[in-house]
């Protein structure tokens, strides 16, 4: 069963890129409006769009969720790379702020930041679906829309600059 309007394509593309290009957003939207029996064919943009951003909401609800559950140490590595994006660098100056982060958190000054436990994080944060390795060394966020996710939700606050470079202003 369709929908009993039409949708603007362009409407839609905006949508999508709104959802970070993940159709499935838009296909849980659709289906929500499939069983709506009462929608009219003049309000169906309107309702679509509507369903595209409660499931966008109930993503990042799900996905902050996920954030605040991880480990100290995994939590530092996350905010490094959301905060550094193509600058992060797992293993050289990103030790350093790990370990600003950790005690910026409030995390006990024996909590460790080395290269193994490192390691460890970034298997767990790519096990969680939350980073992707591209190649050896070079980890990305899994969803482009998490770093903003996460700066509105004061998670990078804590975060240095990278080095060599001054905080924006």
Partial sequence: ??????????????????????????????DALRFSFDLQ???????????VEDQIEAGHG???????????????????????????????AGLTAYRAVLQATGQPAEAKADVPGVQQALLALQEKSLVWRAARGVYALEDASLSDLMSADGLL???????GQHPAV
């Fill in 1 to 30: 069963m369709g929908l009993p309007g039409k949708l603007d394509p362009g409407s839609v593309l905006g949508l999508f890129r709104r959802a970070s290009l993940r159709p499935e957003i838009l296909g849980a939207a659709a």
């Fill in 62 to 92: 799900e996905l902050l969720r996920v954030v605040h559950s991880l480990t100290p140490l995994q939590s530092a590595v996350l905010r490094v790379l959301a905060a550094w994006g193509s600058d992060f660098a797992p293993f050289e």
């Fill in 41 to 51: 064919a003049e309000t169906v943009a309107d309702e679509f769009a509507r369903a």
């Fill in 157 to 163: 606050a804590a975060v240095p600059p990278v080095a």
